[in-house]
């Protein structure tokens, strides 16, 4: 089941998911509606949702157009879908209600282009559209969370959005702060008999779990450094608690989601780049490296990773984002995208295929703990499967310029020895810093002699890596090679604490 799961999560894009996910609350609400299994008006709801969606769609395509800046026409979709869950429907003739679904859509779109440094927006849209609404008069009622129905499908969706992004740390430390919050602040002002009532009322009939599932994982506004996400999961989930106020004033879930983006701006500050296309160079069998040159310095660590987003004509379900891992280093002036094509490319592959020097792509949100240690002289190992090398790339560059020479063992899996990429930087790099670099090749070339025939399994890591106890080790691949590689190190007796993954959420 979890291999279907996961099979399912790789095809789709965050982006897709969450629309998906979207998608099947509002369609609950609207069928349930009818048989009052929801705590919404079906006509109510569609207009409503009409409306937001039609503002979201104006003013998005007004900032685009007078910016000159290529959107995501997904994430438009995912905000105004979001704002129809948690605005309160309305009747044609509730002028005033309509009225705020405008005002809350504008300020949403308009945050995203108003509220930026460096291009890149601040604050959670839908969080900004909710506030705005609130000091209009028209507060968001967050109804989605008003009954079994919505609740089971919050929660079955939430759990894929969650897996898919890897942010269980984040979702689950916003959960305990919250409830901690509740429940402490309870204690203080009723019976302790009652707060087993508190606890029900605050997991079955308040935002918490849609607000985390749906609004805390938005990529471009939360952290995604470790450290970083567990503050802001706990800054959200402890402000979003009822229980917290100052004076009479008490904050809404969308005031702490506000407060929470400020300090993961403040954390990580990282703006918008503007990236022009040099050259394309091919670096394997239908694997290339696109070099750009940026508009502005790009100040990150070998293995870390870019949301590109690209000016996709018509894009498919998989959109115009991707999340792909910086394949040149630090100490290089140009910025490569590692990327390998497949057949039947998606829409966002073929625009890519498409682009000459001089076109242009944006880059936001640098990020990933998928880095060199901190600490000089660890021994590291790395295994890589395909196109997963690329961090490697990165890791192994910045190693050859700095000069530094600790000791690295490179495992590195193909199919065939056309599939292998940055050959010759890894041969320069065993003469300039030893670098060992293993070929595995499952159906190798009859004149092809790898190191290795076969798949990297356990037998070769004892073999080629004798001293594993001793070092590092950086697993980079499919999301089911990186799985199986956390087992083998695990029965290996590798602690957990000494092996790295890269989660790659799909390579089409």
């Known amino acids: 089941m979890t291999r279907a799961i996961d099979h399912f999560l790789n095809r789709t894009t965050m982006y897709r998911l969450v629309l998906y996910y979207l998608l099947a609350l509002a369609g609950a609400a609207l069928v349930g509606g009818f048989w009052h299994l929801s705590p919404v008006d079906p006509a109510q709801l569609a207009l409503s949702a009409l409306i937001v969606w039609a503002s979201c769609m104006a003013v998005n395509a007004g900032f685009a157009r007078l910016l000159r800046v290529p959107v995501n026409a997904e994430s438009v979709h995912i905000t105004a879908l979001i704002l129809v869950l948690l605005m309160p429907p309305v009747a044609a003739a509730n002028h005033m209600g309509i009225a705020g679904l405008i005002v809350a859509s504008a300020a949403a779109i308009g945050s995203k282009f108003l509220i930026a440094v460096r291009r890149k927006h601040i604050f959670n849209p839908v969080a900004a559209g909710a506030v705005a609404a609130y000091l209009f008069g028209q507060p968001a009622t967050w109804w989605v969370d008003g009954s079994p129905l919505l609740l089971a499908v919050v929660l079955a969706g939430g759990f894929l959005v969650v897996r898919k992004v890897q942010r269980f740390d984040m979702v689950a430390v916003y959960l305990l702060a919250n409830l901690a919050v509740t429940l402490s602040t309870a204690a203080l002002s009723m019976p302790l008999s009652m707060l087993g009532q508190t606890l029900q009322f605050s997991v079955l009939y308040s935002p918490l779990f ?31 608690s009822p229980g917290v106020h100052v004076g009479g004033f008490y904050p809404t879930p969308e005031m702490a989601f506000l407060a929470g983006n400020l300090v993961a701006f403040l954390m990580s500050p ?13 670096t394997a069998e239908a694997a290339y490296d696109y070099v750009f040159t940026p508009d502005r310095p790009l100040r990150f660590r070998p293995g870390q990773y870019l949301d590109w987003t690209l000016e996709v004509p018509n894009p498919d379900n998989r959109g115009n984002r991707r999340t792909f891992t910086i394949a040149s280093a630090p100490t290089e002036s140009e910025v490569r995208l590692g990327v390998k094509f497949y057949p039947g490319p998606s829409s966002y592959k073929q625009a890519l295929a498409r682009m000459r020097p001089g076109d242009v792509i944006h880059g936001t949100q640098i990020a990933g703990g998928f880095t060199l240690p901190e600490r000089g002289g660890e021994k590291i190992a790395l295994i890589a499967g395909g196109i997963g090398v690329t961090p490697f790339r990165s890791m192994v560059r910045h190693l050859m310029d700095t000069g530094d020479r600790r000791s690295v063992v490179l495992l590195y899996g193909n199919t065939r020895a056309s599939e292998i990429a940055y050959s010759d930087l890894f041969e320069a790099a065993r003469e300039r810093i030893g670098l060992r670099t293993i070929y595995a090749l499952a159906d190798p070339e009859p004149e092809a002699a790898p190191d290795h025939v076969g798949f990297i399994d356990r037998a070769l890591i004892e073999r080629e890596v004798p001293d594993f106890h001793e070092r590092i080790f950086y697993v980079s691949g499919p999301h089911a090679m990186v799985r199986q590689f956390q087992r083998v190190l695990a029965e290996l007796g590798v602690a957990r604490s000494r092996i790295r993954t890269d989660h790659f959420p799909g390579f089409a």
């Open 270 to 282: 990282k703006g918008r780049f503007l990236l022009r296309l040099e050259r394309v160079e091919r």
């Open 210 to 240: 849609f607000a985390g599932f749906a609004m805390l994982t938005e990529p471009l506004t939360a952290p995604h450094a470790r450290g970083a996400r567990l503050i802001y999961g706990a800054i959200v989930g402890a402000l979003s």
